[in-house]
């Protein structure tokens, strides 16, 4: 009895929300969150992190072209965020004579800033809760498919109602909690976002993927730019005569400096995460999903990395891709490390009898004690479509480059077989101007050399009905897949030196020519299979899960009802709040949460891609010429604390106590990245670029001291509120 006694007291404690974990929504900080943050050092209130009547911190937060997030610096819509956020657009405005990529960019004036075609910056309005209206003749026994379909009715009718109320702003409706929740969120979209300043990619990028997900880290990954609107201060086109935005708020700078324990909160847009899976499904993430996604990466970037370091237009080419295939690749590995570490697995099963229990014990909850062995039934059931789904997502659409391209002539054929010559020739200039951006980063030798590599992995996979193309192919032996993989490539038009002239001059007969082309043919056959096979099994098998899920949490929050639930993040504004905090990595490694200059040098290795330093940094070292950016004689670089954080919190803007701005988040520490699913405050870390190393670039660095004097800098720390005793401070709320 007492051992029952224990476990149970155990789990109350880890099934308690951690104090350093969560993703919350700030419309609802105040009824939630705020007297605990207060406690751990918050000193303003509640309606200056959000508020609907007047400014707040809020009308700084930026989105980011819908991936990662950034902050409004200066009343003249001055914008930061990451330089892998920015990456794409540095990138495209870089040429061998002008590599931005390489030497970074500084405009010296507003003339001089870059336009950004497909580039935008989202700023949120309001945060409204629709749930009624949204599940209005829902009722959680209907069939799911029923159920749903009531669901996208009801809310694509109140989308349509407040479009047509409000022309100027977009609006985005979110389910959360696996559809126990709604909400609609609305905002301005400015399209005429501009580059402003990058640092070289040996700052921007430093350590590049050796470092990445690592701690301690040394890069300074930000960019800036500008947000642009019109003579009404509303967002508008680009156009030469657009002012800088004029925002409602801006974020102050505070580069007094930051001390372990300090309070930290992130703003941002954190992009998914799953929080509730049962430990079941977990298993099957790190047991079996991750490691076969990451053994066909594994080719991948072998193939990539090997040419880049022997060629720098290779390099140049593949700097953004290469860094969008590791980034996912180098995460799955350190989640499956850290739910070995933390031994999740084992708290997870331990939590979800605790669940069965209670259910047992509360007549109301008795009907939902099988949902965790139900929904575990569900999952294992879905698994080998999933394996399939990847193997298709893996190989034929992000690895082979070729494959993906392809796809884009189909509505040509359409066309074509329309005798629609008008329609025709507009398709095929578009389709002239989309190859030759292709072809501007793509290496044909890469990627016949990934193909024959990966391809074979995906016809072994694939266990469902398919194609003849397809089977025939897995008839092969492996020799003969290969060779048959070469000819594809060999006998492929689209990188014929006359393609594109052909294609403008006949856009009919190139059709033809496209239709009888095998790799056209196997990737359509392939990318037909996974809509109308994969998709469609993992789509019906989603359905059930998804309703199981809802019923789940919901019964969660009514088993334990003294527990504050998040929802899991859907890119959707959120509030995550920690602080500056050392850790022990594991036995005998304890790191320290900031590092320095002193760190960077240490890793230089002249030459070197990843390890490289330009000279006026190294001679601003030697010189210790800091500027107001240093303390006693070193140069802070980043740091790192407890804010539960994930993709798409790249560039959020770490603010301290009175909401100004001391960092910028960037990545997440390897030891904990499986904060995704299981969140463990003893690792679980957010990396940060140190403001006044930011500026440190921007100014001594850089030579654009002229943005600094743009911002609102302040020199002194908040006041402590509380003792470094801070052990009688809780750091989880009890149940």
Known sequence: MKRVLFLALGLLVSLSISAKEGMWLPHLIAQLNYSEMQRMGLQISAEEIYSVNQSSLKDAIVHFNGGCTGELISDKGLLLTNHHCGLG??????????????????????????????????????????T????????????????????????????????????????????????????LISKKIFNDVRLVGAPPKSIGKYGADTDNWMWPRHTGDFSLFRVYANADNKPADYSAENQPYQPAKHLKINIGGIEEGDFTMVYGFPGSTQQYLPSAEVANIVNDINPFRISVRD??????????????????????????????????????????????????KAEEKLFVQTCKAIPELQKDQNLVSELTDLYNKRKPIALERYAYIEVGYLGIEAFRHVLGYSKLLELAEAEDEAALKEEAERLAKRLKGFKADYDFDLDWRVAVNILPIYLEMIKTEVGEEVSELQALKHEKQIKEIRELFDEAPYFEEDFIEDLLDDPERMAKKIADDDMYELSLEMYTHFLTVLNARYRDYNLEIDALQARYVNALQRAFPKKPFYPDANSTLRVA???????????????????????????????????????????????????????????????VATNHTTGGNSGSPVLNA??????????????????????????????MVDLRYVLFIIDKFGGASYLVDEMDLVTTRPDSIMEKSDAQVPETIGM
Request: glycine share 6%.
């Open 132 to 183: 009624n209206d949204v599940l209005m003749g829902t009722t959680a026994e209907m069939p799911a498919e029923k159920r749903d379909s009531i669901i996208r009715s009801n809310g694509g009718m109140l989308l349509a109602k407040m479009r047509e109320a409000y022309p100027e702003l977009d609006f985005e409706l979110k389910d959360f909690f696996y559809g126990n929740q709604y909400l």
């Open 577 to 639: 709040y920690g602080r500056v905090a050392s850790y022990q990595a594991r036995d005998a490694v304890k790191y320290e949460s900031q590092t320095y200059l002193e760190g960077v040098m240490e890793k230089y290795v002249p030459g070197d891609y990843e390890f490289d330093l330009p000279q006026k940094l190294i001679d601003l070292y030697e010189r210790k010429d800091y500027g107001p950016y240093g303390q006693d004689g070193k140069l802070p670089v980043c740091f």
């Open 299 to 348: 080719r991948i970037l072998a193939i990539w990395d090997n040419k880049m370091r022997r060629d720098s237009s290779t390099q140049l080419s593949y700097v953004s891709k290469f860094a969008r295939v590791s980034n996912s690749w180098k995460r799955w590995k350190g989640e499956i490390l850290g739910v070995e570490r933390t031994n999740a697995l084992e708290v997870l």
């Open 89 to 130: 657009q540095i990138q495209s405005h870089s040429t061998d004579e002008n590599n931005y990529v390489v030497d970074g960019f500084w405009a010296q004036s507003m003339a001089e800033e870059l336009p950004n075609q497909n580039l935008y910056a989202a700023i949120i309005q309001e945060i409204r809760d629709v």
């Open 658 to 687: 009175k909401g100004e701005l001391i960092g910028l988040n960037f990545d997440r520490a390897w030891d904990g990245v499986m904060s995704d699913m299981y969140f463990d405050p003893s690792i679980c870390r957010n990396v």
